[in-house]
């Protein structure tokens, strides 16, 4: 059974930098995909940023392009995800999620089968 743990959540004002860490567990992990995903209150779930788990190719959400890097450490499996440039519209529970569905799949929080339990980042203005 696969286990994501995150790590890295904290309150910072606006224009800080904070960075998540998500450490996987489990005999049998082997995913095609890693991604992350966020949730303010009163919103759903939304896409924030994935990678290709081998070949280490990355997308990004429109809102977070050029602040928020996604990369992984592959024998520690681990995922990250740095924040740069803080907005308070970036206040939500941040998730990572595993998965093997399709690459047109990549951005659909419904095709992933594995799921950490979130780290609440909130930004001050």
């Known amino acids: 059974q696969v286990q994501l743990v995150e790590s890295g959540g904290g309150l910072v004002q606006a224009g800080h930098s904070l960075r998540l860490s998500c450490t996987v567990s489990?005999?049998?992990?082997?995913?095609?995909?890693m991604g992350w995903f966020r949730q303010a209150p009163g919103k759903e779930r939304e896409f924030v940023a994935a990678?290709?788990?081998?070949?280490?190719?990355?997308y990004y959400a429109d809102s977070v392009k050029g602040r928020f890097t996604v990369s992984r450490d592959k024998p520690k499996n681990t995922l990250y995800l740095q924040l740069n440039s803080l907005e308070p519209d970036d206040t939500a529970v941040y998730y990572c999620?595993?998965?093997?569905?399709?690459?047109?799949?990549?951005?659909?929080?419904?095709?992933?089968?594995?799921w950490g339990q979130g780290t609440q980042v909130t930004v001050s203005s």
């Open positions: 999620a595993a998965g093997n569905q399709v690459l047109s799949a990549i951005r659909n929080a419904d095709a992933y089968t594995s």
């Open positions: 489990g005999l049998t992990f082997r995913p095609n995909n």
């Open positions: 990678m290709r788990w081998n070949g280490g190719t990355t």
